[in-house]
Each structure stands twice: as structure tokens, then as C-alpha cells.
T-cell receptor
Framework: DAKTTQPNSMESNEEEPVHLPCNHS???????IHWYRQLPSQGPEYVIH???SNVNNRMASLAIAEDRKSSTLILHRATLRDAAVYYC?????????????FGTGTRLTIIP | ETGVTQTPRHLVMGMTNKKSLKCEQH?????MYWYKQSAKKPLELMFV???????ENNSVPSRFSPECPNSSHLFLHLHTLQPEDSALYLC????????????FGPGTRLTVL
């Protein structure tokens, strides 16, 4: 599986936007970029995914670089509930990849 | 609530005990997964079931024995565990396995004494 690199931790003020970066320089042309997050004492939850174009949903936006070697998860207005570990994961459906291969993720702290 | 429930939420067992973890999904999914999350380590996939058939065993020791009697239920039978098996065990489900969103349960916190 292609590898992703994320900062270990980030802090942000409440009600401000948060940009969580992910580097994936060895991404293949068919890898989808997925983001999950894990709130304290809970299992991970899906946030968003994309292939080439930027994506928006009710939780977040995903900005994908033109060369696809990096991406950024954007939380438009962070709340205390967004404090979690955020995981950036690559998945290639063409290889029957059933796995979610989690790294260590970015621990996001929201400052009130 | 994600639609995936796990019981018990906490379990303490001795190394000679036999216990089982239970997972149930109410989402109509056909794929179910067991993951292990140890302290300070990334989540690791253990097993995958698709339409009740095991499709992946990620080199898990035989002291962990999964069972999937139907698409809604998944068990993890535990016997003669070691203290290093203490971890959070997470169950997940998805509609199909290929890149579809996985829904996770809250996990069972297991402590092996």
C-alpha cells in the first residue's frame, strides 16, 4: 500500500478553520484518498474521500493537489467536538483492497 | 450511534480464561471486520468477512478465533491470551468491501491479566 505522512499533532482555536495536511508522494493513479477520524473513546468514523477533484460534504472539504501527491482536509469552523485523531488513508479498489491501513494520524486539539 | 454495537464494552480476563466478543450491525451490510488498537500503535486489521465467508486473516494468532454466523453478527472467541493482547478491539461493517465506507462500533476494551 502507498504510504501517507501526517503531522503528529495540531492545535486550532474554536470556530476557526483547520487545515490538516497529508503527504502521499507514492500514490498510484487509482488510489482513492480517504479520511477517517477517531473521537476519544470511540471507534473511527468516515469523514470524506476523493480521487482527483476537490470534494465537499456536511462534515468537511477535501482539497487534492493537482499532482495528487498531497491533500488537505479542511474543517471550515472547528468545534470542540472536532477534537480527534484524523487519519489519511489510501485505498485502491482495483486490487480488491478490503483493508483500511491506518497510520498514526494527526491528533487535533481544539482550544476554546 | 453508528448502527454497529459491541458487547461487552469492557472485559478483564485471566490468561487461562475463554471469553467471546460480540458485534452486531443493524445496517444491512454484508462485510464485517475485526480490528485491534493497541496503545500507541495504529489500528491493525485482523479479520474480514464478506457474506459470512472469511476473506482475510491478517496473520492473527490462533488464540483469536472469529465466527460469523450471518451477515449481521460477528464474534471473536478468545482463549489463552497473553497480557500483550490487551487492547481495544473494534468491529466494523460495510456494504461490500471495495473502498466503501466502513462503520465502526465503539469497541471492547480488553485487559488480560
Amino acid at each position: 500500500d502507498a504510504k501517507t505522512t501526517q503531522p503528529n499533532s495540531m492545535e486550532s482555536n474554536e470556530e476557526e478553520p483547520v487545515h490538516l495536511p497529508c503527504n502521499h508522494s507514492t500514490i498510484s493513479g487509482t488510489d482513492y484518498i480517504h479520511w477517517y477520524r477517531q473521537l476519544p473513546s470511540q471507534g473511527p468514523e468516515y469523514v470524506i474521500h476523493g480521487l482527483t477533484s476537490n470534494v465537499n460534504n456536511r462534515m468537511a472539504s477535501l482539497a487534492i493537489a493537482e499532482d495528487r501527491k498531497s491533500s488537505t482536509l479542511i474543517l471550515h469552523r472547528a468545534t470542540l467536538r472536532d477534537a480527534a485523531v484524523y487519519y489519511c488513508i489510501l485505498r485502491d479498489p482495483n486490487f480488491g483492497n478490503e483493508k483500511l491501513t491506518f497510520g498514526t494520524g494527526t491528533r487535533l486539539t481544539i482550544i476554546p | 450511534e453508528t448502527g454497529v454495537t459491541q458487547t461487552p464494552r469492557h472485559l478483564v480476563m485471566g490468561m487461562t480464561n475463554k471469553k467471546s466478543l460480540k458485534c452486531e450491525q443493524h445496517l444491512g451490510h454484508n462485510a464485517m471486520y475485526w480490528y485491534k488498537q493497541s496503545a500507541k500503535k495504529p489500528l491493525e486489521l485482523m479479520f474480514v468477512y464478506n457474506f459470512k465467508e472469511q476473506t482475510e486473516n491478517n496473520s492473527v494468532p490462533s488464540r483469536f478465533s472469529p465466527e460469523c454466523p450471518n451477515s449481521s453478527h460477528l464474534f471473536l472467541h478468545l482463549h489463552t491470551l497473553q497480557p500483550e493482547d490487551s487492547a481495544l478491539y473494534l468491529c466494523a461493517s460495510s456494504q461490500g468491501t471495495i473502498y466503501n465506507e466502513q462503520f465502526f462500533g465503539p469497541g471492547t476494551r480488553l485487559t488480560v491479566l
